[in-house]
C-alpha cells in the first residue's frame, strides 16, 4: 500500500478524476469532467483525437488538481492544446483521411492509435500502415505479435506491414485469425508506397505509425502525391 495521497483518473465511476461522455465532434474530442468532493461537472473540448487523449488529459488534471490549479484554468488551457507534428495528427485530401502518428511506438501507443483508426473510420474502409517498434528490449519480435493479434482482433479492413520487426505484426494478426488476403508485407517506406498507390481509394482512413526512425514522413508524402484509385 503507497505510504501518500493516491488520486485516481479514468472512466470508472469510482475515479477521482473521471470523464464520460466522450464523443467526437469534428477536428475536436469533447467529454464531462467530473472531480471527487465537486457536484459540478465541466464540459471539456480537446482539439485532438481519441480516448486515449482524454485519457491523458485525466492524467494532467488530476496532477493541476493535487497542486491546486482550478478546473476552469485547465480546461482553458487544454481546450487551446494543439498536437504537435508526427503525433495522432489527422488531415483530409480527395476524400481520404490520413493519420500521422509516427514520432514513436510502443505497443501501448500502437494499439491507441489502432483505436482511433477504427473511431474515425466507422463506417468506411480502414487501413492501418504499421511499422517496426524500436527499442523494445529482448522481447521486441512477441510485443509486435501481440500487436497483430490486437489488430486481428479490431474492425481494420486492411493492414499493410512495413519492415522486418513489421513482418511479426503480420505473423500476429495471421496467427489469430485475420485473413492473408487482407494482410501485405512491404520491406520498407518504398515498397509501402507501392502497394499502397494499388490499394487505397477515395474515402479510405489510413493510419501511418512506427517508431521515428521509420521515416514514415515519405510514405505520407507518397500517398498525397498519387491519386486515389477510382
Avoid at 161 to 183: D, N, P, Q, W, Y
Amino acid at each position: 500500500r503507497a505510504r501518500c495521497a493516491v488520486v485516481s483518473f479514468g472512466f470508472r465511476e469510482q475515479a477521482d478524476v473521471r470523464g464520460s461522455h466522450v464523443q467526437r465532434q469534428g477536428a475536436r474530442t469533447e467529454f464531462r469532467l467530473h472531480v471527487a468532493g465537486r457536484r459540478r461537472s465541466h464540459r471539456l473540448s480537446l482539439h485532438v483525437h481519441g480516448t486515449h487523449n482524454v485519457s491523458n488529459a485525466l492524467a494532467a488534471i488530476a496532477v493541476g488538481h493535487v497542486l491546486g490549479l482550478s478546473v476552469t484554468n485547465m480546461a482553458t488551457g487544454l481546450s487551446r492544446f494543439r498536437p504537435v507534428a508526427m503525433r495522432s495528427q489527422v488531415s483530409s485530401w480527395q476524400g481520404i483521411t490520413l493519420i500521422q502518428d509516427y514520432y514513436n511506438a510502443n505497443p501501448e501507443s500502437m494499439k491507441a492509435a489502432v483505436t482511433l483508426l477504427q473511431e474515425l473510420g466507422a463506417g468506411r474502409r480502414t487501413i492501418a500502415v504499421l511499422g517496426d517498434m524500436l527499442e523494445l528490449g529482448t522481447e521486441t519480435r512477441i510485443l509486435h505479435r501481440e500487436v497483430g493479434a490486437f489488430l486481428a482482433g479490431s474492425r481494420v479492413s486492411l493492414l499493410v506491414t512495413c519492415g522486418e520487426l513489421g513482418r511479426e505484426v503480420a505473423h500476429g494478426a495471421f496467427t489469430e485469425g485475420m485473413k492473408a488476403s487482407r494482410i501485405f508485407k512491404a520491406r520498407g517506406v518504398n515498397d509501402a508506397a507501392r502497394i499502397l498507390k494499388k490499394l487505397v481509394e477515395p474515402r479510405d482512413v489510413i493510419l501511418l505509425k512506427a517508431s521515428r526512425a521509420m521515416q514514415f514522413e515519405y510514405l505520407a508524402d507518397a500517398l498525397r502525391s498519387q491519386p486515389a484509385q477510382a
